[in-house]
């Protein structure tokens, strides 16, 4: 994300035993909100359904500092890693 800072993210907690590492292609728009999420991404090995919805509502979750100069859309990636346990 050129030019921004994140302001706040959370990880939200998954509800089965799997692990992983999934990735989250998403948009910010009006200089901070995440408005879109799209995870599991050709070419990421790990798409296993229950991690899938919490790393999409993980990336929305997240806030990014404003920036005037920044584009009214921006695209940028996420990763998300979920261990055993949380």
Known sequence: MNGKNLQYN???VKECNQE????????VKNQDNVVFGEPGLK???NTHP??????????????????????L???GF?????????
Do not use: M, N
Request: glycine share 6%.
């Open 50 to 71: 229950c991690l899938l919805e919490p790393a999409k509502k993980t990336a929305l979750l997240h806030k990014w500092y404003s920036d005037t100069k920044a584009p």
């Open 73 to 75: 859309e921006q695209v």
């Open 78 to 86: 996420v990763v998300i890693q979920f261990k055993l346990g949380e």
């Open 10 to 12: 959370e990880k939200l």
């Open 20 to 27: 992983g590492i999934v990735v989250v292609r998403f948009k």
């Open 43 to 45: 070419g990421i090995p």
